[in-house]
């Protein structure tokens, strides 16, 4: 396939509602969705993101990992998570309405709950290279090897913008319609386009589209954007959320948080399957709720 035979990716702005949205996901893997997150909180999450990341060594994530493990996070891309202990303005993207009504769409076909996978700043600086073209379900390589081509979703994803990301600046590289392809091999980076995207303005994503961060075309400026993504509720996430705070910590937040962040069980009802993530033998809200502690 060459370059000018790959469409650009839908975009569509979030006041269009959830619609135009699932239609685009289901026809291309992946849609910009403009606005969806609004300016204060995108301010807050960039002022927050940005002092943390001075005290973070640009490649730090690579160590301990192999060659290809390397290449996969970049020598000089700041990456970190626990966002929610940054700033309170995460529990707000947490509780994106339009982002709720997305995965609510994409994941309950197939699960009773769905949790965090991970919230992650992704900053690639100058002369980073293109990441590698992925699939970000291949994180549960057994389910979907098994599964592959029909297999239900079991992640969607956001890269959200906290400014201006353009392709110069390294915007994430989507191959359109690679979701719905019948073999497993990636493709090459000439057959993906670029998810520009402005502050606040989110590329929401199939876990089964092909894609990767792009290459940081210049000599001084980095691209700031973070991930967020959600997981069915039977799968272990990537990231270990629920560590990040003690049981009871979360009192004040939404239902809606305090589940995405590991601090209720999971309930496979109206389908198949038994109570998953429990202590004590009982729904961790419930120890929660008459402990106050960690019980």
């Known amino acids: 396939m060459s370059k000018t035979a790959v469409r650009s990716l839908q975009r569509t702005p979030a006041s269009a509602g959830l619609e135009p949205i699932l239609e685009a996901m289901r026809e291309d893997g992946g849609v910009i969705v403009e606005g969806m997150f609004g300016a204060d909180t995108i301010a807050q999450m960039r002022a927050a993101a940005d002092e943390f990341a001075q005290g973070i060594q640009p490649g730090g994530a690579t160590q301990g990992l192999g060659d290809d493990g390397k290449r996969f996070v970049g020598a000089n891309t700041i990456r970190f998570s626990s966002l929610a202990r940054l700033t309170p303005a995460f529990f707000d993207v947490l509780d994106n309405e339009l982002y709720a009504q997305i995965a609510d769409a994409v994941l309950l076909p197939i699960c009773g709950s769905y949790w965090l996978n991970t919230a992650q700043v992704m900053y690639i600086g100058p002369g980073e290279t293109a990441q590698m073209l992925h699939r970000d379900a291949n994180n549960w390589w057994a389910f979907v090897k098994a599964t592959w081509p029909d297999s239900p979703e079991v992640t969607v994803s956001a890269m959200i913008g906290l400014e201006e990301v353009t392709e110069e600046l390294g915007a ?19 057959e993906s386009v670029p998810a ?46 629920p560590m990040d705070f003690s049981l009871g910590e979360l ?8 589940r995405l962040l590991g601090h209720s069980s999971y309930d496979p009802r109206p389908y198949n399957g038994g109570g998953l993530w429990l202590r004590h033998a009982r729904e961790m809200q419930d120890v929660i709720a008459s402990n106050g502690d960690a019980g």
């Open 196 to 241: 520009e995207l402005g502050p606040g303005d989110a590329l929401v994503y199939s876990g089964y589209v092909l894609h990767g961060g792009g290459a940081n075309q210049t000599t001084d400026q980095w691209r700031r954007a973070f991930h967020v993504s959600f997981v069915a509720g039977w799968l272990t996430p990537e990231e270990a959320s």
């Open 172 to 190: 994430t590289r989507v191959v359109p319609g690679s979701h719905r392809q019948s073999e497993l091999a990636r493709y090459e980076e000439r």
């Open 251 to 258: 009192a004040g937040q939404s239902e809606r948080v305090q």
